[in-house]
């Protein structure tokens, strides 16, 4: 009787002790997994680098009233001109640009989300031409 009670205790003793180990290492294999992506998702938001290397592709877009940041940089995406919407989302809060202007708009698969954000800031060609129309009126 002693020694089968022996066994239980030594067979249950070394159950929590697993069970304990169990919950550690998928603790830990958690921490590694959120540290990994929480990392790569930071070095994106702070890149500095396009999709292509140069000269990339030139992609014109038309952007309608009321379109948001999110969804531009979802068409973005899926045209390759940015890495991840979500990034550019996040970037857009970065760079203090939380609305585009409805227009044509001209980037390359080779920008940046930084050089990307600095066109969307400067509003649509048409915009551009209409200024460079009124500088050269005024300079005359």
Do not use: H, W
Request: aromatic share 12%; net charge negative.
């Amino acid at each position: 009787m002693e020694i089968y009670m022996d066994n239980r205790k030594t067979s249950q003793g070394f159950a929590k002790f697993s069970i304990k180990t169990l919950v550690y290492v998928v603790m830990i294999v958690v921490a590694i997994v959120c540290a990994t992506t929480a990392y790569s998702f930071g070095s994106q938001i702070f890149s500095n680098e396009g999709v292509d290397p140069k000269p990339g592709t030139d992609m014109t877009f038309t952007v309608d009233e009321g379109t948001s940041i999110e969804s531009f940089g979802k068409t973005l995406e899926e045209f390759n001109v940015i890495k991840s919407s979500r990034v550019f989302t996040v970037q857009s809060y970065l760079y203090e640009v939380r609305k585009i202007k409805a227009g044509t708009y001209s980037f390359n698969t080779s920008q940046s989300n930084e050089e990307i954000f600095k066109i969307i800031n400067a509003g649509p060609e048409e915009d551009k031409k209409e200024t460079e129309t009124t500088t050269k009126a005024k300079g005359e």
